[in-house]
Every structure is written in C-alpha cells, then in structure tokens.
C-alpha cells in the first residue's frame, strides 16, 4: 500500500541552525514527492517537488530535499533556520490517480 | 498570484443538518480534489474531480458526500447529514494538470464544527 511515514512529530532548532526533516515513502513505481507547510491557520504551500532528473532539489525559502531511491527517502533540508520557519511540515506521494497520500507531518519549533 | 479561495472560513452546523463547502479553483485549472484534516491527524484524500466527474474517491467520500461544479468557477462539497465525526478542516485544491504530476494549490481551508 502507498504511504508516507515522517518518523518526527515534532523537532525543535535553535535559530541559525541547520534542520534536516525526514520522509519516507512507500510507492510501487516511480514516485512523485512533495514537501508542503502549513503556517498555523494557513492552507498548504508547496515547498518543492520531486519529479524525475536531478535527484537534489531546491524549494522556495532556501529548502532543498534530496530523493534517495535505494532509502525510499526524500528529506528536506535547510542550512540554517529562521524563526519563521517554525510551522508544520507535510510530505506527500503522489498516486497515479492524481491524490496527494500525506505524511503525519513535522512540527518545527525555533529557539531564538 | 493566482490562488484557490474557500469559503466559509468556519462553518458551525448542527448534527444531521446539511452543509456546502465551497471553493473557487485557480481559473484555467482542470483537475480539482478536496482533502481534509481532523485535528491533529494527517490530510487525507477525499476525492478527485477532472471533466464533471469524479475521477476518484476515497473510502472516507461515501453517500453522505457529493462534489459538483456547479457553473465555470466553483467547486463545491456537500455533506447531507452531518456527523459529529466530519468535523475537520476541509480543503481544496486544484491543478492544470494531472496532480501526480502537477502542482497541487491548496486554499486555506473551512473548518467545519458539527456539534
């Protein structure tokens, strides 16, 4: 069955930090994977998308993710975090229906 | 920049009352789906809507749900008899293309509060 594990409910970095979020992914044929956030109150933006090439990807925000086939893992990361940075982190497979299959997602608190 | 709008903000209803959600998609999008979210769970899929159909559903979009696009610019969820269990903040999104493959632009959501 197609699913998302992102093992971390809930991470916490000090500000200037770098993070690392990570997402596995359980998928039959080639996946297409998403990071989204969910500021509080607010719907979901798309932070970057992993469809074929260049397995390193980069978002908007100063966010990458790198997709590993072999780990079936696509992590987000981000050299050094800003205190807006702190809200909630979905990552997501898309299925050959076209529906997004979410992870639990990540809280990310910043320390100043 | 072009965004998915929905509305109401909150919708408050009573159980057994019938609620519309309602969603206006980005205007040269094709593809159009609504998920949702119970309070600290994960979005989950409810279904996908492409060409005045339903493209797909999921097991939670039974009876008590339909989806329809009523004229050339809103897209609506309705739920016949509310549960105390469909409460949750629903969203919708759209896409110019096929979502595996395309972006998905979600709105900010309604929460529903069936007491």
């Known amino acids: 069955a197609q699913s998302v594990t992102q093992p971390d409910i809930h991470i916490t970095v000090s500000e200037g930090a770098s993070l690392e979020l990570r997402c596995n992914y359980s998928y039959g044929a080639t996946p297409y994977l998403f990071w989204y956030v969910q500021s509080p109150g607010q719907g979901l933006q798309l932070l970057l998308k992993y469809f074929s090439g260049d397995t390193l990807v980069q978002g908007i925000k100063g966010f990458e993710a790198e997709f590993k086939r072999s780990q079936s893992s696509f992590n987000l990361r981000k050299p050094s975090v800003h205190w807006s940075d702190a809200a909630e982190y979905f990552c997501?497979?898309?299925?050959?229906?076209?529906?997004?299959?979410f992870g639990q997602g990540t809280e990310l608190s910043v320390k100043p | 920049e072009p965004e998915v709008t929905q509305t109401p903000s909150h919708q408050v209803t009573q159980m057994g009352q019938e609620v519309i959600l309602r969603c206006v998609p980005i205007?040269?999008?094709?593809?159009f789906y609504w998920y949702r979210q119970i309070l600290g769970q994960k979005v989950e899929f409810l279904v996908s809507?492409?060409?005045?159909?339903?493209?797909?559903k999921s097991e939670i979009f039974d009876d008590q749900f339909s989806v329809e696009r009523p004229d050339g610019s809103n897209f609506t969820l309705k739920i016949r008899s509310t549960k105390l269990e469909d409460s949750a903040m629903y969203f919708c999104?759209?896409?110019?293309?096929?979502?595996?493959?395309?972006?998905?632009?979600f709105g900010p959501g309604t929460r529903l509060t069936v007491l």
């Open positions: 997501a497979v898309g299925n050959q229906g076209g529906k997004l299959i």
């Open positions: 809507f492409y060409n005045n159909e339903i493209s797909e």
């Open positions: 205007s040269n999008h094709l593809y």
């Open positions: 999104a759209s896409s110019e293309w096929d979502g595996r493959r395309d972006t998905q632009y």
